[in-house]
C-alpha cells in the first residue's frame, strides 16, 4: 500500500511542476502586456514611472489572483449554486 502512495506521489510531482510553469508564464505575460501599458502611461499620458509602474502591478496581480481563485469557488459550489 506505501509504494503505490509513494507511486502517486511521484506522478503528481510533474503535474505541481506544470501547474506551477503555468502561473508563472501567466504571470509573466500578465505582467509583460501591463507593463507595456505602464510604458504607453508614462509616454502618452505624461505620468510618472512610479503611478505608472504602481498602476501595472496592480492590475498584474489582480488579474492573476482572481485566476486563481475562481476555479476554488468554482469547485466548492455544488451543482444547484447557480
Not at 27 to 37: D, E, F, P
Not at 58 to 77: D, E, S, Y
Amino acid at each position: 500500500m506505501a509504494e503505490r502512495q509513494q507511486v502517486g506521489d511521484e506522478l503528481s510531482k510533474p503535474r505541481r511542476r506544470r501547474r506551477l510553469l503555468r502561473w508563472l508564464v501567466a504571470l509573466a505575460v500578465t505582467g509583460a502586456v501591463y507593463g507595456l501599458g505602464a510604458v504607453f502611461w508614462r509616454v502618452v499620458m505624461g505620468r510618472s514611472w512610479d503611478d505608472s509602474l504602481s498602476s501595472a502591478l496592480t492590475l498584474t496581480l489582480t488579474v492573476v489572483g482572481i485566476q486563481w481563485v475562481a476555479p476554488v469557488i468554482r469547485r466548492r459550489a455544488g451543482r444547484d449554486d447557480g
